[in-house]
């Protein structure tokens, strides 16, 4: 082939990033020259309420990739929320008016500590950290996304599960007066899914409650979501309400809708096909990426990496697993 890699200058993606470091930048600055006066950082996360509200103290963290950012217009409007709707644009409409507070969450099952948690007890005192992670949807496109979240493996620690705890059960809320997508059977309401106490433990999964450095907007999962970095978009629950320690495999949403089709695991698997399409290669959501000739061109068309691109630090939790049966 002749043309290679066209230098393909992404505005979404690049302008976003420099204007979003400077203004960090600008904000550590004014941190450093008043934060002193009160003696240092706050001890516990605060969690501001609020749409696009800032959040302070946000450590940096070295799983982040230095690929270039999705803008926040990317991230912020398409995106996969069923409880809002089937179309990638219907969250960014339908969920501006969702109540993410007061927000509680119910921790329950095989744990010494279970019980009902006011969201900011449930990530008090763990640091904010901002991981810059790949999201790879099954339905092969991606972004990346700076998320802020606190460690999932903190949490989960945290709560002492029991010897019998295998797995960790999420659930999203149930409302279908907020979300409208509920009044339409297209899955099976709640909202569920799984991971299995080793992987809840891994220090690459987070629990995320802002992006680009301010709150999570609802269409992103307010006010908490999983992130599982390695593993297809689907397994990233939003809107948590429910943590339950199991014994049994806990069965996700669309594992329940296309058992074929979205496996348990769900890891990103470049060599295991969906049923209906290949996973080999994938689309990186952005301004070159949807339209007119470079998309012809398949400019933003990528190889998609084994689990992901995390395949060194997590490939080890899936030792002796057949990935073909298991995916
Ligand atoms: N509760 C809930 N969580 C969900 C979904 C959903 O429909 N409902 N969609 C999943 C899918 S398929 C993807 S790809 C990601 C998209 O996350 P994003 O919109 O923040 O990019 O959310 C996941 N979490
Ligand atoms: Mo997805």
């Known amino acids: 082939m002749l043309i290679r890699k066209p230098a393909v200058i992404r505005p979404s993606a690049i302008t976003p990033r420099e204007t979003y470091f400077n203004r960090r930048e600008l904000l550590r600055a004014a941190m450093l020259a ?22 302070d103290d946000i450590k940096s963290s070295r799983f982040s990739t230095d ?14 929320y069923y ?19 007061p927000w509680t969450i119910r921790v329950s099952g095989h744990a010494e500590k279970t019980g009902v948690f006011d969201l900011e007890d449930f990530i008090r005192p763990y640091d904010l950290e901002e991981r810059i992670y790949r999201l790879r949807c099954v339905e092969r496109w991606s972004m990346v996304i700076p998320w802020v979240g606190v460690s999932l493996a903190e949490i989960v620690k945290r709560h002492q599960p029991l010897s019998n705890a295998k797995y ?39 629990l995320a409650v802002g992006v680009y450095g301010e709150v999570l907007p609802n269409q992103n999962g307010a006010p908490i979501r999983l992130v599982v970095p390695w593993k297809y978009g689907f397994k990233g629950i939003k809107g948590i309400v429910s943590m339950e320690f199991t014994e049994k495999r806990p069965i996700g949403s669309w594992e329940r809708a296309a058992p074929n089709e979205y496996g348990f695991y769900a890891n990103v698997n470049p060599n295991v096909d969906h049923p209906r399409w290949s996973q080999a290669r994938e689309r990186r959501i952005g301004a070159s990426g949807g339209t007119g000739f ?16 995390y395949g060194e630090q997590v490939a080890h939790l899936y030792d002796g697993l057949d990935l073909r049966r298991n995916f």
């Open 168 to 206: 960790v059960r999420f659930e999203t809320l149930l409302d279908p007066k907020q979300m409208p997508g509920q009044r339409y059977r297209t899955l099976d309401w709640p909202y569920v899914e799984g991971l299995t106490i080793a992987e809840a433990t891994h220090p690459l999964a987070i």
């Open 294 to 309: 470079q998309s012809l061109l398949g400019a933003s068309m990528q190889d998609t990496l084994m689990f992901n691109g």
């Open 67 to 80: 690929e270039e950012l999705n803008s926040y217009t990317d991230v912020t409007t398409y995106n996969n």
């Open 34 to 55: 008043g934060g002193a006066a009160f003696g240092g950082p706050a001890l516990s996360a605060a969690l501001p309420d609020g749409k696009r509200a800032r959040l």
């Open 83 to 101: 409880e809002f709707g089937t179309s990638k644009s219907d969250p960014f409409r339908n969920a501006q008016d969702f109540e993410a507070r």
